[in-house]
């Protein structure tokens, strides 16, 4: 089993480019999530899916879209990238829907992104 | 609103010393705990969890957590440590009232001297 696989790894753009990372799990979680990692700030959501279709916002969702088209991926967007930009990108998953849902997530390893 | 506290940015311990980190929570509902344990270039991996029951739980590569509900902590815990433990090391709390959507604090960056 592959997990949860990002795509790109490394990436570095200039101010006011675009581009997507994508993160793809073959575990049919219903849950999908975007964090970023900044040194001293541990990881914040900046958005989350709960389903196929469905997408909500997190803790720091300005300046990024997400979509998710089919269960198993889910893509962030960053349409006009800015400094403030540049972090460690994680995408994870989980299982839901039942009462025995204990909220784990299981993660990728990360897409650096660099904003120049 | 829901936080959490991880209040050692860096500890360093002598290898085969015990270690113990700390994590403190504020949350509204009854909380799941998380350590994750993130070595370098890599993603977070699983440690342990709590949900209910014993409030000692067991975890992978000798780890163990304490929950403590009237000091609103999980304090990480392993009796001998080996130099393969130096990683950044998460602390993260959920709740199915708040969707299951973990906050995680800080992080405590573990050094192991030889």
């Known amino acids: 089993n592959a997990g949860v696989t990002q795509t790109p790894k490394f990436r570095v753009l200039k101010t006011g480019q675009s581009m997507t990372l994508l993160c793809a799990q073959d575990m049919n979680h219903e849950y999908m999530y975007w964090y970023r990692q900044d040194p001293g700030m541990g990881l914040r959501l900046i958005h989350y899916s709960v389903g196929e279709g469905t997408t909500a916002k997190g803790e720091v969702p300005d300046g990024y879209n997400v979509s998710r088209l089919k269960k198993q991926n889910f893509l962030l967007g960053l349409e006009s990238a800015a400094p403030s930009q540049t972090s460690v990108y994680f995408c994870?998953?989980?299982?839901?829907?039942?009462?025995?849902?204990?909220?784990?997530?299981?993660f990728g390893e990360g897409s650096r992104l660099t904003v120049l | 609103a829901q936080s959490v506290t991880q209040p050692d940015i860096h500890i360093t311990v002598s290898e085969g010393a015990s270690l113990e980190l700390r994590c403190n929570y504020s949350?509204?509902?009854?909380?799941?705990l998380f350590w994750y344990v993130q070595s370098p270039g890599q993603g977070l991996q699983l440690l342990l969890k709590y949900f209910s029951g014993d409030t000692l739980v067991q975890g992978i590569k000798g780890f163990e957590a304490e929950f403590k509900r009237s000091q609103s902590s999980f304090n990480l815990r392993k009796p001998s440590v080996h130099w393969s433990d130096a990683a950044e090391y998460f602390c993260?709390?959920?709740?199915?009232?708040?969707?299951?959507?973990?906050?995680f604090g800080a992080g405590t960056i573990l050094r192991v001297k030889s």
């Open positions: 994870a998953s989980s299982y839901s829907r039942t009462a025995l849902n204990t909220g784990e997530l299981f």
């Open positions: 993260a709390v959920g709740a199915r009232e708040y969707g299951n959507k973990l906050v």
């Open positions: 949350y509204g509902a009854t909380p799941y």
